[in-house]
């Protein structure tokens, strides 16, 4: 079992840049693919961006595609988002998200491990 926790939110104004950590519990990190999502009032949780459990794949949306990078550190048990050019519609609640052999890195219900989100607030 994998407990997650993410830190890094805030308040930025647009153009501005957060970096967002998720922290994770347990011995195996490295097996898992783990992935952000967002879910703004009102709207469905949506995928951002994902990473395979060796970090040679990363999987983006086409809204943060350019701006937003996903990486790893397996050392560390830790995931990071590192968010720049930083728009009013990005904000929303950010959530880690950890599973094993995923096949669609787009679809949350095929993670197993969602920690309890951050905000992430861009001013105009």
């Known amino acids: 079992q994998v407990q997650l926790v993410e830190s890094g939110g805030g308040l930025v104004q647009a153009g501005g840049s957060l970096r967002l950590s998720c922290a994770a519990s347990?011995?195996?990190?490295?097996?898992?693919?783990m992935g952000w999502f967002r879910q703004a009032p009102g709207k469905e949780r949506e995928f951002e961006a994902a990473?395979?459990?060796?970090?040679?794949?990363?999987v983006y949306a086409d809204s943060v595609k350019g701006r937003f990078t996903i990486s790893r550190d397996n050392a560390k048990n830790t995931m990071y988002l590192q968010m720049n050019g930083l728009k009013p519609e990005d904000t929303a609640v950010y959530y880690c998200?950890?599973?094993?052999?995923?096949?669609?890195?787009?679809?949350?219900?095929?993670?197993?491990?969602w920690g309890q989100g951050t905000q992430v607030t861009v001013s105009s």
């Open positions: 347990g011995r195996t990190f490295s097996r898992y693919d």
């Open positions: 998200a950890a599973g094993t052999t995923i096949a669609s890195y787009t679809n949350p219900f095929l993670y197993a491990y």
């Open positions: 990473i395979s459990w060796s970090g040679e794949t990363t």
